[in-house]
């Protein structure tokens, strides 16, 4: 187990690496990643208590995988649970093969399906399907049925109990890495999109991503994206070990000077300056969907380790334009997935084509609909007003408050009247999309679990606890949802078949609320004890 301090250790000179590459698990929860990533590498990659209380992976898993020749994979263990396919996707950006996990009593699930649906989009196709556990059940019809999903990818029958068939998986690997190009590393500039972010005593602040592209050396300065934020490379490790220089296609673990831990978080970017990608609101991309999309309509759009509700707008030459409600930071040839918002399900995917887009209008899908007849009064927001609901609308789900809006606060009065913006907590306010949104999200894990808490929904958006203390206090005020003694909250009986709309405008109290965490699993101190797992 690597130690956070040989960060200021002794340094090999570069990563011993050939031809580095990321291996993904995938599959359906409860058949058996975790288990063979433990047989194949040593690593119990579920180091959460809550994940050992409740036996399932719930945030990203790291570990070092040794194939038979030697040649070291990075691999990433991904949950399988339907609820945490966001947490899967983050996870399989970075890949460049996958591993997918099948289990004998069971067979392909729906969880399989969609993991399946997601390397697609990603353009993952090389890997190796495991059909565990073996020694409970005939794995015959599950590797005839997985092979049928992916029927050029090699398979194998194993237990990770017995070990039985665990060396045939890791040569099977073996092979599929040897046919993989390696990522470009010489002349290339780094990028990293960051999925975990932590401090270290005696260190400092330390982030780990999958690099994609470059370089990453000590003593380099890259840029800190969104925040366009100088920063130095203090140390880097790779699989446990100080390297004086990283090559793209592994887990890098950077400790940072020059930010603080509450300055980055998961979903930004290290890049270095002579790096394409680029803060986008608006990208064109060439999409491959398994259900078409209405006009206009709201996807959640994934891209590195960010996510970000979008307008998907058709355009007359096939492609399609993404407006983004919160930024990427993108590239031309990167890829994304789509999934739909409310009924949730991964949609497909693409490779951006333009992450640069125009605002010209992209066609006639683009034409704006007719606004509402209650949105109709005699004053007409003005450009300014109308620049503040852009303004509003580019937040998302981050409620931006009064003092943070400064002069332009006093455009909000016409921005209320017309139902364009509503205000939620004391002070803050939000675009009625994005509240739309929200209880869209409320609406769907309610009829789905009975009740919702505030670490659920805080969780579920991937905002702050603040903003989502604010949303569910809105919803009370609104006759929405009802709270209950022990805080969770309900539908209320004449809400729990109302059309799905935004809530009316109102103006509860809220509470001052914390600060949103700054690591991928809830916690400032990420998982484990090892720095680039």
């Not at 570990?63 to 983050?90: C, F, I, K």
């Not at 509003?392 to 913006?421: F, M, S």
């Not at 206090?473 to 004449?494: G, K, M, N, Q, Y």
Request: with cysteine; charged share 25%; hydrophobic share 40%.
């Amino acid at each position: 187990m690597g130690r956070f301090d040989s960060f200021v250790a002794p340094c090999e000179r570069r990563a011993n690496v050939s031809g580095a590459l990321t291996v993904g698990t995938a599959g359906h929860i409860d058949h058996g990643k975790t288990a063979l990533v433990h047989a194949l590498t040593g690593v119990d990659t579920d180091r959460l208590p809550e994940e050992k209380a409740r036996g399932i992976t719930i945030v990203l898993g790291f570990a070092p995988l040794r194939l038979p020749g030697g040649r070291v994979l990075s691999l990433v263990d991904v949950p399988g649970h339907e609820r945490l396919v966001r947490v899967m996707v983050s996870g399989a950006t970075g890949i460049d093969l996958f591993l997918l996990v099948v289990a004998a009593d069971d067979g392909v699930m729906p969880q399989t399906l969609e993991h399946v649906r997601v390397l697609r989009a990603l353009g993952i196709r090389e890997g190796v399907i495991a059909v565990t556990k073996a020694d409970l059940a005939d794995p015959g019809p599950a590797l005839a049925a997985a092979g049928a999903l992916l029927p050029d990818a090699e398979r194998v029958a194993c237990s990770a109990r017995t070990g039985d068939g665990v060396a045939e998986v890791a040569a099977a690997l073996e092979r599929v890495a040897e046919r993989l190009r390696p990522r470009p590393t010489d002349g290339g500039a780094a990028v990293l999109h960051i999925d975990r972010a932590f401090t270290i005593r005696g260190a400092g602040t330390v982030v780990t991503g999958t690099l994609w592209a470059g370089e990453i050396r000590r003593g380099d300065r890259l840029r800190l994206l969104p925040a366009e934020r100088e920063v130095r490379v203090r140390g880097v490790q790779v699989h446990d070990r100080p390297v004086d220089v990283a090559p793209a296609g592994q887990r890098v673990a950077v400790n940072l000077t020059g930010v603080e831990l509450r300055d980055v978080a998961p979903g930004d970017v290290l890049a270095a300056e002579l790096s394409p990608v680029a803060l986008t609101y608006r990208v064109e991309a060439e999409l491959a969907l398994s259900e078409p999309l209405h006009p206009r309509e709201r996807v959640q759009v994934h891209h590195g380790t960010r996510h970000a509700p979008a307008r998907a707008l058709a355009r007359e030459d096939g492609r399609w334009q993404l407006r983004l409600e919160r930024p990427l930071v993108a590239a031309d040839g990167d890829r994304l997935v789509l999934r739909r918002i409310s009924p949730v399900g991964t949609l497909g995917g693409g490779v951006i084509v333009n992450a640069r887009a125009s605002g010209r209008r992209p066609g006639p899908a683009a034409a704006e609909p007719a606004k509402p007849a209650a949105a109709q009064v005699t004053q007409a927001p003005d450009p300014a007003a109308l620049a503040l609901e852009a303004r509003l609308r580019e937040a998302g789900l981050e409620p931006l408050g009064e003092a943070a809006l400064g002069d332009a606060r006093a455009h909000l009065r016409i921005l209320h009247e017309t139902g364009r913006v509503v205000r939620v907590g004391r002070s803050m306010h939000i675009h009625r999309d994005a509240l739309a949104e929200v209880q869209a999200v409320v609406r769907r894990v309610i009829e789905a679990e009975g009740q919702i808490t505030l670490a659920r929904l805080r969780d579920e958006l991937g905002t702050s606890r603040k903003f989502a203390q604010a949303f569910l206090e809105h919803l009370d005020a609104a006759r929405i949802t009802r709270r209950l003694p022990d805080d969770s909250r309900v539908l209320r009986r004449d809400r729990a078949a109302a059309p799905r709309q935004a809530p009316p405008p109102a103006q509860p109290s809220a509470g001052p609320g914390s600060p949103g965490d700054r690591s991928a699993s809830g916690s400032s101190t990420g998982r484990g004890t090892s720095p680039s797992t």
